[in-house]
C-alpha cells in the first residue's frame, strides 16, 4: 500500500522530469478543458461534452498544420500555431454548438446530446486516421507528424511542457476576471442561479447567453485538443484522449466552477494521471486504480457541496418538459 | 346567519360528512371546525372566497391531508383516510384545478396510473369506452394528453375518476379553465350525473354556478362554515353577505388581528384616495391598454378587449379570482408579457414586484448588491463598477429601511418582509413613472405585510409613480387602493365604491360574477 503511494507520489512529483515533464503535461489539457466544462456549468448548461469538443479540435488542428505544411515553402510557425489554435477553438465551438442548436430547436437536453457527440467525435477520429488523415504508407491507423513549424514549443529546455499549459492559465486568468468583473460574466452568473430571476428581474436574454456560453466552452475544448496534437502527440491517433473531457468534469466539481481553483484541480488530477501510470509501472498496480480514486472524488465533492448543479440540472429537467 | 340551520341530513342518505374540520398549518388556521353533509344524488356547492377553506376543506376529504380534528364519514360510516387512495377505495374522485396528467403518456395510460396488477392497454381502453359512452363524457383512449384541449383534459380526469367507480365526484373549480360554452357543458353533465344518482361537490367562486346546478350550498369563510343549506332556502343577497361577512347580525367575526390591522387603515387609505384622485385626473395616464386581448399557450382567453388607463399618482387595486385575468394583466402592463391583440402604451420601463419573489425577483445566493444589479442585468455593458453598486446598494438599504448587515450577504439571509422591501425599492429606483406589484405579502406575517403595504401608500417621488396593484386578499387591496378594477373571465371593469367604506358586497360580487347578466347561465336556462 505505502509502496503504491509511493510510486504515485514519484510518478508525478517525484524529480524534475516527473513534475515538468508528465505532471504538468497531463495538466495543460483539464486546464482549458475543466475551465470549458466550469464555464458551461456555471450558466446553468451541462455540458458533458468536452471529450468530443476536444477530440473535433484535435482533428482539426491536425488536418490545418498538414495542409499548412504541404503548401510548399515554409509557412513560418508565428503563422501555423495560432492558426491550429483557432481552427480547433472553432471545431470545439461548432460540435457544442450542434448541442446548443438542438436544445433550443428540439428541446434537446444538452447532457444527452453531448454525450453522444462524443460517440460520434471519437469514430470521426477513426475514419480520419484511415482515411483523409492516415500517413502516407497507409499502414498504420494514425496522422503522419505534423511538420516541424506546427510542433508548439516547451517552455523548458529538456522537458516536455509546452506552450498549450500557459495558454491554459492564461484563459483561467481571463475567465475569472470576466466572470467576476464584467456585464457578460455577471449575466452568466445570473443565468446559471436563476434564470427565471434573470428573465424576469433582469430582463436577461437567456437563451442569448447560454448560447454563447455553449461556444465558448466548447471553444475551449477544441483549444485543448489542439495544444495536445501540437504539444504533445504530434500526430492523430485513436487513444489521443485517456478521457481527458470526463476527467475535465472532475476537475470542474472539485474546483467548485471557480476559474482559480481549476489550475489547482487540474495539477491535482495531472498528477494522478503521471503518477498512475509510474504506479503500474513500479508498483504492479493496475492504474484503474486511480479512475476509482478520480470517481470517489467526484462522489464526494457532489455529495459535498454541489447542490447548484443538481438544481441546475432539476431546471433544465422541468424547463425541458414544457 | 352564523350557523345557519344544517339541512337535518339522515344518515342513510348521506353520501359524504364532514363535522368539525379543523387543519392548522403551523400557526395558521386554515380550518377552524367546518363541517358540511353532501347528501347522495345531489349537486353540492362550497363557496367561499380565495383563501376561506374550500380547497383544503375539500383535501380533507380526499385524503390528501389529515385534519388536526373533526369526523368524516362516508355513505354514514366513520372513515379515516391515510391517503387519497384510502378515499378512492370509497369511492371518492377529485379533479383538481391543475390536472394531475402526464402529458407525454395516452390517455389509456394516464387512467392506469395508480391501479394494480397488470396493465394492459386494450381492456383498459375498453373499460375507458364503455364509462365514456355510459356518462356521455367523449374522450379518446388512445390520444396523448399533450394533444387535448383543456377541455378535453378535464373529460379523462372526470373519467379516470368514474373508471375507478367514484361515486362521488369533487370538481374544483372545474370552469376556471373552459370556455363559457364549455363551462355550460359541463354544468349540465354534473347535473345529470346527479339526477343518475351520482354525488358532485362544485367548489367554485362563481356564485351563480351555484345557484344553477347545486341542489345545497355550503360557504366557508376563514375557516368556518358560515351558511350550510338547500338553494331554495337561499337567496343570492344572504349568500353574498355569508361570503364577506358583511350585512346584519352577523356572526362570522373577522379573526380579531386582521380587524385591528385592516379596520382602520381601510379608511385613512380612501381620505388619501379622494385627495390623489383630485390631482392625477388632469395628467396623460402612464399605462394604458386599448381592446388588449390575450389567449395564453393552451389556448384559454384570459383577457377579452381590455381597456384601461393608469394615471400619475393613482394606486389601482385589480381583484379578481385566479385564473380570470389578473395575473396576465399585471404582467401585460410591465411588459413581461406581449398581448395576443390590442395595443399597450408604457414607459420603457416599468417596475415589477412579482409574486414568487424567490424565484423570480431575487437570486438568494447572490448578494444583496448583485440583487440591485440584476434589474440592470439586461444592458449592462462592459466592465463593473463594483465598488460604486455597493454605494448604491447601502444608500438604498438605508433609504428603504431595509433591515440588513451590509451589501455583501447574501440576499437568503433576509427576512422575507426586508427581502420584499429591498425588491420594491430596487425597482422603483430603475422605474420612476410606473410600478406593478402582484401578492405582495405574499408568505409574509402581519407585520411585514402591514409594513409593505403602508410603503405602497406611501410612495413618494415627483410626479407620483403610476402603480398597479393586485392581491388575492381584498382587504389588502381596498386598504391601498385609490380604485379598483374586477377582472371576471376576461374582462376588466371598475368596481364603483360603495357608500359605506367597509361595504365589501359590490367588490365580492364583480369578483363572483354575480353582478352581471347571467351570460353563460343563461344559455342555460333557456
Not at chain 1, 455540458?47 to 504541404?70: D, K, P, R, V
Not at chain 1, 445570473?190 to 471553444?219: H, K, M, N
Not at chain 2, 350557523?3 to 400557526?27: H, K, N
Not at chain 2, 347545486?214 to 358560515?226: H, K, S
Request: net charge neutral; with cysteine; proline share 5%.
Amino acid at each position: 500500500m505505502t509502496e503504491a503511494l509511493l510510486a504515485l507520489w514519484d510518478g508525478a512529483f517525484g524529480s524534475s522530469y516527473a513534475i515538468w515533464s508528465a505532471t504538468l503535461v497531463r495538466s495543460a489539457p483539464l486546464l482549458l478543458l475543466g475551465l470549458g466544462v466550469a464555464l458551461a456549468f456555471r450558466a446553468g448548461v451541462l455540458n458533458i461534452g468536452a471529450e468530443g469538443q476536444f477530440l473535433m479540435g484535435a482533428i482539426s488542428a491536425t488536418a490545418i498544420a498538414q495542409s499548412m505544411g504541404s503548401m510548399g515553402g515554409a509557412v513560418p510557425r508565428i503563422v501555423v500555431i495560432p492558426m491550429m489554435a483557432l481552427v480547433g477553438a472553432l471545431a470545439g465551438a461548432s460540435w457544442a454548438g450542434i448541442a446548443a442548436w438542438v436544445r433550443q430547436r428540439f428541446g434537446v437536453l444538452e447532457v444527452i446530446s453531448t454525450i453522444m457527440l462524443n460517440f460520434i467525435a471519437l469514430a470521426s477520429i477513426s475514419w480520419m486516421v484511415r482515411g483523409p488523415l492516415q500517413e502516407p504508407t497507409r499502414i498504420y491507423p494514425q496522422s503522419a507528424e505534423i511538420p516541424g513549424p506546427a510542433q508548439w514549443p516547451f517552455l523548458i529546455p529538456g522537458q516536455r511542457l509546452h506552450l498549450g499549459f500557459v495558454i491554459g492559465l492564461l484563459a483561467c486568468g481571463i475567465a475569472w476576471v470576466v466572470l467576476t468583473r464584467t456585464a457578460i460574466g455577471f449575466r452568466i452568473r445570473a443565468v446559471g442561479a436563476s434564470r427565471s430571476a434573470a428573465t424576469s428581474a433582469g430582463g436577461i436574454a437567456v437563451a442569448g447567453t447560454v448560447l454563447r456560453v455553449f461556444l465558448v466552452s466548447g471553444a475551449c475544448a477544441g483549444l485543448a485538443g489542439a495544444a495536445e496534437v501540437g504539444g504533445v502527440t504530434w500526430a492523430l491517433y485513436e487513444g489521443i484522449s485517456p478521457g481527458y473531457g470526463y476527467t475535465a468534469i472532475a476537475v470542474a466539481l472539485l474546483a467548485r466552477l471557480h476559474p482559480g481553483w481549476i489550475i489547482v484541480s487540474a495539477i491535482f488530477f495531472g498528477a494522478l494521471e503521471a503518477g498512475a501510470s509510474a504506479m503500474q509501472r513500479d508498483a504492479g498496480i493496475p492504474s484503474v486504480v486511480v479512475q476509482v480514486i478520480v470517481a470517489l472524488v467526484i462522489l464526494g465533492v457532489l455529495a459535498g457541496s454541489q447542490r447548484r448543479v443538481i438544481a441546475g440540472a432539476a431546471t433544465l429537467g422541468a424547463e425541458a418538459r414544457r | 346567519m352564523s350557523t345557519e340551520p344544517v339541512v337535518a341530513t339522515p344518515r342513510d342518505q348521506e353520501a359524504l360528512a364532514l363535522e368539525g374540520i379543523t387543519v392548522r398549518f403551523g400557526s395558521v388556521t386554515a380550518l377552524d371546525g367546518a363541517h358540511c353533509t353532501i347528501r347522495r344524488g345531489t349537486v353540492h356547492a362550497i363557496l367561499g372566497e380565495n383563501g376561506a377553506g374550500k380547497s383544503t376543506l375539500m383535501r380533507a376529504a380526499f385524503g390528501w391531508l389529515t385534519p388536526d380534528a373533526g369526523t368524516l364519514r362516508v355513505h354514514g360510516a366513520p372513515v379515516r383516510f391515510q391517503s387519497s387512495a384510502d378515499a378512492i377505495a370509497q369511492g371518492i374522485g377529485m379533479v383538481h384545478q391543475h390536472f394531475m396528467l402526464i402529458s407525454a403518456m395516452t390517455v389509456t395510460e394516464n387512467i392506469a396510473l395508480g391501479g394494480q396488477g397488470r396493465f394492459d392497454a386494450s381492456t383498459t381502453a375498453a373499460r375507458i369506452a364503455e364509462v365514456a359512452t355510459k356518462t356521455g363524457l367523449p374522450v379518446d383512449p388512445t390520444a396523448r394528453v399533450r394533444d387535448l384541449a383543456v377541455s378535453a383534459q378535464q373529460r379523462v380526469e372526470i373519467v379516470k375518476a368514474l373508471v375507478r367507480e367514484a361515486q362521488i365526484l369533487i370538481l374544483d373549480e372545474p370552469t376556471a379553465v373552459l370556455t363559457p360554452d364549455q363551462a355550460t357543458e359541463l354544468l349540465r353533465w354534473v347535473r345529470s350525473f346527479a339526477d343518475a344518482g351520482g354525488t358532485v361537490v362544485l367548489i367554485t367562486h362563481k356564485l351563480r354556478e351555484a345557484f344553477t346546478v347545486a341542489d345545497d350550498i355550503t360557504v366557508l369563510r376563514q375557516g368556518r362554515t358560515v351558511v350550510s343549506a338547500a338553494r331554495l332556502a337561499l337567496s343570492e343577497s344572504h349568500v353574498i353577505e355569508a361570503l364577506t361577512g358583511t350585512g346584519t347580525g352577523t356572526g362570522a367575526t373577522p379573526a380579531s388581528v386582521e380587524a385591528s390591522t385592516v379596520g382602520p387603515t381601510i379608511r385613512s387609505a380612501r381620505i388619501s384616495s379622494e385627495r390623489r384622485m383630485v390631482d392625477h385626473i388632469a395628467d396623460a395616464p402612464v399605462l394604458r391598454l386599448d381592446g388588449v386581448s390575450y389567449v395564453d399557450a393552451r389556448g384559454v382567453t384570459r383577457l377579452r378587449a381590455v381597456d384601461l388607463a393608469v394615471h400619475p399618482g393613482e394606486i389601482l387595486g385589480v381583484i379578481g379570482v385566479e385564473g380570470s385575468g389578473p395575473r396576465e394583466l399585471l404582467r401585460i402592463l410591465a411588459g413581461r408579457l406581449a398581448p395576443t391583440s390590442g395595443r399597450v402604451t408604457r414607459p420603457d420601463v416599468v417596475g415589477f414586484v412579482p409574486e414568487d419573489r424567490l424565484h423570480d425577483a431575487v437570486i438568494p445566493t447572490f448578494s444583496l448588491t448583485e440583487n440591485l444589479v440584476l434589474a440592470e442585468g439586461g444592458h449592462a455593458r462592459g466592465w463593473m463598477d463594483w465598488s460604486r453598486w455597493r454605494g448604491v446598494t447601502r444608500d438604498l438599504l438605508a433609504t428603504a429601511d431595509v433591515r440588513a448587515v451590509g451589501p455583501d450577504i447574501p440576499m437568503a439571509t433576509l427576512s422575507g418582509g426586508n427581502q420584499q422591501r429591498f425588491v420594491i425599492a430596487r425597482e422603483r429606483r430603475r422605474a420612476t413613472a410606473a410600478l406593478i406589484v402582484e401578492n405582495p405579502t405574499r408568505g409574509l406575517d402581519l407585520n411585514a405585510s402591514a409594513r409593505i403595504l403602508a410603503d405602497l401608500r406611501t410612495l413618494g417621488g415627483h410626479p407620483r409613480p403610476a402603480v398597479v396593484f393586485h392581491s388575492t386578499d381584498l382587504d389588502e387591496v381596498l386598504s391601498v387602493a385609490t380604485r379598483v378594477v374586477v377582472c371576471f373571465d376576461g374582462h376588466v371593469a371598475e368596481v364603483q365604491p360603495p357608500l359605506d367604506p367597509n361595504d365589501r358586497t359590490p367588490y365580492t360580487r364583480a369578483m363572483t360574477g354575480s353582478d352581471r347578466p347571467g351570460g353563460e347561465i343563461a344559455a342555460e336556462r333557456r
